[in-house]
Structure formats: structure tokens, C-alpha cells
């Protein structure tokens, strides 16, 4: 019997061309558009290799915080303001990318995340989060991380007309690190490491608060049968404020510290960096520091679905967006924060997860002109709920006060609603 030669039939697709426009000049609905367009291929059967992954997510959050523009109580009666003069309401919307690919021994990973934020005081904003990373190794004994990253975040608002509540301004906070680190297991039992890392942090309303940090670091490690890991470190830090009202706000930084992570049993674990410091301003001595630095982190889980972690620090720090908004503190290049926290998980169930955090900590802001400190404390409790693996739903609530040397006090309560699903 002859064979019948079919003629192979010509399926054509009509599916649209995408257009690929840069980022910065994308609307933000298209942007959204494009995300859930992700998602439904991702829905479909997986292409990558095993251990890949690519996750497309979107996002959606409502706040409330009752003293946005942190004024504090004695600064209100001044200027006579009401509740609603001092609170704000937002949303934000967020669509984003999760990457990570291995080649071999080699782990690539990336994260794009972008937000749009609609402000009852301040309108509309939009910023962008960045993260490459390459996890690489050479052989079975060297590896690191070469990698980049790019953070904007909303910091509390700045007050540029004192008498007028309504000329706040959204204090946008980027912040740039690039960082390459890497360790070398010389013997089953030791461990050499060391990195270099570049961070830059920008505001685009507060600039004083802008610095340039390049840190170096190396350090030997014990590696414990028990998988505990002993060890200590060296770094040293060159800071610079460009923008900072008193030239001598530049400075070297010293360090050497030991590190543990002591594994005591199955359900306890101790981690310790702590050591000496050494601080120096190019042309103000006043300024030094010298002085022990330790934190200290007590993790406790007496029960598969009960955590418990307890920490204590001392340390100098670079002010935060909150003790940068405060004028006394503008000339102000560290303060020495000394606290203690305590804080708990639950799960309540297997979809659903309780958080509370209490924390209070004291910054003494010794390399200020006129010194001063504040206490801050923050009691937060946290509801989790993820009713499939792609859905979590969140709520939170926090009180913070903060109490000042000068008798002055700050308190603020804020609320949260928000949800993510990923692809």
C-alpha cells in the first residue's frame, strides 16, 4: 500500500509584539502589565533547570502613621497643631523579579523591585530597588560574592518652613553598595576570609545627612565539629560626609573584633562580634572615639513553633534618617547606641505566624558640638497569614516614643495592612 505523504499544517500565532521601552520611562500601570505578564508564564511548565528560579510578585500595602513628620509634643504646642495635621495615610503598590540561575558551581541572583506610592500629604512617588549578585567559586575550597546594589526608600519627612505643617517633603533616601568578598578554606578546620564594600547613602531633602563609606575587611575563622564557628576580624572604614556643616566629619575607622556563632545545643545558638574601636576625624580630636564595641544575640527555640531571641549591643553608629532630622544633630558624624531587645515568633498554626518585637536603645551623640541623647523605645506586633504558598497577607502595628536629654518627647503609632503573591 502506498504511503500517503501529509502535509505538515502551519499554526500562526497572533500574539502582539511586547515593547521594550527603558525602565525609567515606563507608566506604572504598563509596568504592572508587564509583571503579571511574567506571572502566567511562569505558570506554565517550568523551562529553567532544577534549583532555578524566576518569580515574578506584585504587591499591594496601606499605612497609617499618626506623626509622620516626627514633631515632637513640645514643638506642637508651639505651632498649635491638631491630630490631623500631624498624621498621614499611603499606599503602595509594588510589582517585582526574583532571578537566580546556577551554572556549574556558579550562582547568579537578581532582584528588581519597583513601588509606586500615593501620599494623602504628599501626592504621588515612585522609586526602584536593585540587587545582582554573582556566588562564585573556584574548585571546592575558594569561593565570595562579587555584586551591586540600589535601595530608595521613603525616610520620615523633612520640614523645610518650620511654621507651615503642609511644606513637608518627602525625604527620599537612596542608598549605593557595591561589595566583593571572598574565603578560602585553607583546612577542614580553618577558614581565611576577606572583602572590600563601597556604600553611599543620599537624601535628596537632608543632604547633610549624605556619607561615602569604604570599608576593608580580613579575618580568620575555627570551624568547629559541631559546625560552631570561632574567629576574629580586622577592618578598617574611611568616611566621608561631603555635605556635612563641620569640615572634620571625615574620619578613619579601626577595628579589630572576634566573631562567634556557638551552636550550644539544638535549640539555642549564641552569636557574639565584639572588640575595640578606634575612631579619628581628619582635623577634631574632640571628636575621637575609643572604646569597646560587642553585640551580642541569644537565639532560643524551645519548641518547633516557638522562637525567642534576645540582644544587647553597644556600638557607634552612623545616625540613622530620624537623629539626622534632627538640627542639633546635623554636626553630628556618630553616636554610640547602647540597647537591649527582645523578640518572639509563634506559629499559631501552619498558615498563620505571630511576631512581637520590644526593643529600647539610647544614642549619645558624642561627635556632635553640643552632644545630647535620645531613648528610643518601639514595641511592634506583627499578624501573618499565608492561606496558599503564593498568597501572604500582613498586618502590623508599632508604638515608638522617643525621649531627648532636653526633656522634649516624640511619640508616633503607625499601622499597616499588605499583601504579596508570587507567581
Known sequence: MPL????PVQMKSKLPALPYPSLPSLRWQRTLHFFLGLGVVTCMPALAAEGDVFRPYVGYSFSYDENVSGISDADRRRRDLSDSDLSDTSHRADAGLAINK??????????????????????????????GNWNWHVGDHVEGNLGASYVQALSPYVNLDAPDIDNDEPNLRTQRREFFDASWLLHPSWRLRGGLSRDKLSYDVNSAGDRDEV??????????????????????????????????????QNEIKGKVNWLLTGKTQLQFL?????????????????????????????TGKVGVTLSGWREIGALDQDEIGSPENL????????????????????????????????????GAESGGKDTFRTASIKLVYRPTDHLQ???????????????????NTGLMLSSRYEF
Open 215 to 252: 570599608t576593608s575587611e580580613v579575618g580568620m575563622d575555627y570551624l568547629a565539629a559541631s559546625k560552631s564557628t570561632f574567629g576574629v576580624q580586622l577592618r578598617h572604614t574611611r568616611g566621608d560626609l561631603p555635605n556635612s556643616p563641620i569640615l572634620a566629619n571625615s574620619y578613619d
Open 274 to 302: 565584639g572588640g575595640y574601636v578606634q575612631r579619628k576625624h581628619d582635623s577634631d580630636s574632640t571628636r575621637d572615639f575609643n572604646g569597646p564595641n560587642a553585640r551580642l544575640i541569644a537565639q532560643w527555640k524551645p
Open 331 to 366: 554636626t553630628a558624624s556618630y553616636a554610640l547606641n547602647q540597647g537591649i531587645g527582645v523578640g518572639s515568633t509563634w506559629d499559631l498554626t501552619s498558615k498563620i505566624r505571630l511576631d512581637g518585637q520590644l526593643r529600647r536603645e539610647t544614642s549619645d551623640y558624642r
Open 393 to 411: 497577607l500582613a498586618a502590623l502595628a508599632h508604638r515608638r516614643i522617643r525621649d531627648s536629654s532636653d526633656g522634649d518627647r516624640t511619640p
Open 102 to 131: 546556577r551554572i556549574s558551581q556558579q550562582v547568579l541572583s537578581a532582584k528588581l523591585n519597583l513601588a509606586h506610592i500615593t501620599s494623602d500629604r504628599l501626592g504621588t512617588l515612585n522609586n526602584k530597588d536593585l540587587l
Open 4 to 7: 500517503i505523504k501529509m502535509k
